[in-house]
């Protein structure tokens, strides 16, 4: 089974409106951390947002939201108010801290492509 | 700011050939991270290091070989490149187990001929 799953190859959104990119992920592990990455066109992954399994809040940054439902196994990202330069593929990732794995595991992307 | 580097952004080789990418951070990370990427299947890991001279196999090691001769500076190795190669390769680096967080560097796109 895939560990991450995101199911949006992809997205488009207007300028200064909201969108939403999901991501499901699968562990046994109770102790594990969920990412996501921006990447434009030229190529370099960029941290966008992280949240922890314990954490008791839905983590924040900027534009950036995650809206974290453990129950569900989901931490979908929420960008509010997109701009032209939010075009990008996104990225969610997972590290499982149980397993002793220091990578992160990554979804197959979705392409949002935000127009004016 | 972290800064991770990588060698070339664009190589072509030869089948056969030896390749060498390397990566440089320049945070004194103690983990680092070579990544391959492929359009629908994300980033998959090919190996890691946690340490100088320490290293793992990822998920897709068969083909490939790393170097970490000194913390700041890990290299992928490709021994004898093939066409099923061509790739766009990402290293990353970490600053240690607990601090999960991953910098990545531009990404090296490989063409094999």
């Known amino acids: 089974a895939q560990k991450i799953t995101q199911t949006q190859p992809g997205m488009f959104v207007q300028e200064k409106e909201a969108v939403t990119l999901d991501c499901t992920y699968d562990t046994s592990d109770p102790s594990y951390g969920l990412f996501w990455y921006k990447q434009p066109s030229s190529g370099e992954m960029i941290f966008l947002i992280y949240q922890g399994s314990y954490d008791q809040q839905n983590a924040t940054e900027g534009r950036y939201s995650l809206n974290f439902q453990k129950a569900r196994k989901s931490a979908n990202l929420v960008i509010s108010a997109s701009q032209l330069g939010d075009s990008a593929m996104y990225f969610c990732?997972?590290?499982?801290?149980?397993?002793?794995?220091?990578?992160?595991?990554f979804g197959s992307g979705t392409r949002l492509q935000v127009q004016p | 700011d972290v800064k991770v580097t990588q060698s070339s952004r664009y190589l072509v080789k030869r089948t056969g050939e030896k390749v060498f990418l390397e990566c440089v951070q320049d945070?004194?990370?103690?983990?680092m991270f070579w990544y391959r990427q492929d359009p629908g299947l994300g980033l998959r890991l090919i190996y890691f290091s946690y340490d100088v001279k320490m290293k793992e196999k990822g998920d897709i090691p068969e083909g490939y070989s790393v170097s970490r001769e000194k913390k700041e500076r890990f290299s992928l190795i490709l021994e004898s490149a093939s066409t099923n190669q061509t790739s766009m390769y990402l290293c990353?680096?970490?600053?240690?187990?607990?601090?999960?967080?991953?910098?990545f560097g531009p990404g090296t796109r490989l063409l094999v001929l």
């Open positions: 990732a997972m590290r499982e801290r149980g397993t002793g794995r220091r990578a992160l595991t």
């Open positions: 990353a680096s970490s600053l240690h187990s607990s601090e999960e967080t991953q910098y």
């Open positions: 945070m004194d990370h103690e983990n």
